[in-house]
């Protein structure tokens, strides 16, 4: 359950703590944290910690996002779950997984390429919840038909799709990191049941430069590399800042998704995931994650990946 706050005498309070002094001196702590980080009394009340915290999957309409949607859900001590995608009316498993658990999971229309519906997600969710403990950018982009397709030689690359990648997979989630700033901010650090709030955007082993000995799909693999120096930039000035926020970057393996689909031909049976599989194993990277972990790049099997 969550707690609520009052502006008269009484406080609504329901932590498990084992006397109202305890519990009285929690939300004066949490008052005046978020006093500090700019909040108005106007919003205060709704920057209360909501128990088992708040999470954001950004890019959860399909694949390894509604994954992560579906499994945060499913362990009630993670808390309430915000989901984004450029289209939620036709989301069909998010609106599914509304049904199942209407009070913990709000859905929110959010296109990585339009900066303003960026903005729009985030005054909703602040207005909302007040802070945010976990932000999963999930989203990415391979292929669409037609459109884009990885390049198999130089002759074929193309500044369209150079541009549309970089766009997307690396351009759209440091825009959401950006505007999520504040709300990470407030969902760890002193004051919080939180040490800090975590950022882990899904990159991919061929974003490693230091790994690269195949060669071959221009557009995705320097997107991906865009996206880990935009991630270890932000994870730097966080750290200079003393904010109570940590970055990290997850290659989830090669996983049966739709982004996939098209090029499973050559991948060996055993290292072909499952949706749930790979989500279980970067869910326990993030529960494990420690101040160290800051600006590391981490393979599905928790080993760091070289740049």
């Known amino acids: 359950m969550h707690f609520s706050l009052a502006y008269g005498k009484e406080c609504v309070l329901d932590l498990g703590f084992s006397n109202q002094n305890m519990k009285l001196d929690f939300l004066t702590q949490r008052a005046k944290l978020y006093l500090r980080r700019g909040y108005t009394f106007s919003t205060l009340a709704s920057a209360v910690r ?24 499913e362990k009630k001590d993670q808390g309430y779950v915000v989901a984004t995608c450029r289209n939620p009316s036709g989301a069909t498993g998010l609106l599914e997984l509304k049904n199942k658990f209407p009070e913990r999971l709000d859905i929110h229309p ?32 391979l292929s669409i038909p037609n459109v884009l397709q990885p390049e198999t030689t130089l002759s074929k690359v193309q500044r369209s799709s150079l541009l549309l990648a970089y766009d997307i997979n690396a351009v759209g989630p440091i825009l959401v990191i950006k505007h999520m700033w504040p709300l990470l901010k407030a969902g760890g650090g002193s004051g919080t049941d939180k040490d800090f709030a975590i950022v882990a955007n899904l990159s991919a082993r061929v974003g490693s430069i230091g790994d690269n000995a195949l060669g071959g799909w221009h557009s995705y693999r320097a997107s991906k590399t865009a996206l880990n120096q935009l991630t270890k930039n932000v994870s730097v000035e966080f750290a200079r800042k003393k904010d109570p926020i940590i970055c990290i970057l997850l290659h989830p393996g090669t996983v049966d998704t739709d982004l996939s689909q098209p090029f499973q031909r050559n991948v060996p049976k055993e290292k072909l995931f499952t949706k749930e599989f790979s ?24 080993q760091e990946i070289p740049w």
């Open 110 to 141: 959010l296109d990585l390429t339009v900066e303003s519906t960026i903005e729009d997600s985030v005054k909703s969710i602040r207005d909302k919840y007040g802070s945010v403990n976990l932000l999963i950018n999930a989203s990415g982009v």
């Open 279 to 302: 989500v279980q194993k970067l869910l326990s990277i993030m529960n494990n994650t420690k101040r160290c972990d800051n600006g590391k790049f981490f393979a599905w099997d928790g």
């Open 50 to 73: 909501w128990e088992g915290g708040v999470s954001m999957v950004q890019g959860a309409s399909r694949g390894i996002g509604l994954e992560f949607v579906r499994q945060l859900l």
